[in-house]
Nanobody, 126 residues
Framework: QVQLVESGGGLVQAGGSLRLSCAAS????????MGWFRQAPGKEREFVGG????????YYADSVKGRFTISRDNAKNTVYLQMNSLKPEDTAVYYC???????????????????WGQGTQVTVSS
């Protein structure tokens, strides 16, 4: 019942910034964790960051800590990934993901997602 659509990707010079958005539609988004993953050519998909409905449970991959910020606007059913100080190694297709979890029950935002967007390309030139 949930559809996720990413936007905001593009080509940027190293050191620059991009802001990705993921708009969700379908069910209520209470108790709905969301996150970002990325996949570079020839590599497996990797976790970038995720957060719970309230934002109280948040986790980043070590490779992006201090540079990327995940946030969400639940009134707009949208999650964002602000990417600063981009590096060529950040080049990948970025995917938005979501999952429901039991209300008031902690969930691991690093994985277990069941809904996925189609991805948006981020290319960082040197």
């Amino acid at each position: 019942q949930v559809q996720l659509v990413e936007s905001g990707g593009g080509l940027v010079q190293a050191g620059g910034s991009l802001r990705l958005s993921c708009a969700a539609s379908g069910r209520t988004f209470s108790s709905f964790a969301m996150g970002w993953f990325r996949q570079a050519p020839g590599k497996e998909r990797e976790f970038v960051g995720g957060l719970s409905w309230s934002g109280g449970n948040i986790y980043y991959a070590d490779s992006v800590k201090g540079r990327f910020t995940i946030s969400r606007d639940n009134a707009k059913n949208t999650v964002y990934l602000q990417m600063n100080s981009l590096k060529p190694e950040d080049t990948a297709v970025y995917y938005c993901a979501g999952k429901y979890y039991a209300y008031l029950t902690p969930t691991d935002v690093r994985g277990g997602y069941e809904y996925w967007g189609q991805g948006t390309q981020v290319t960082v030139s040197s």
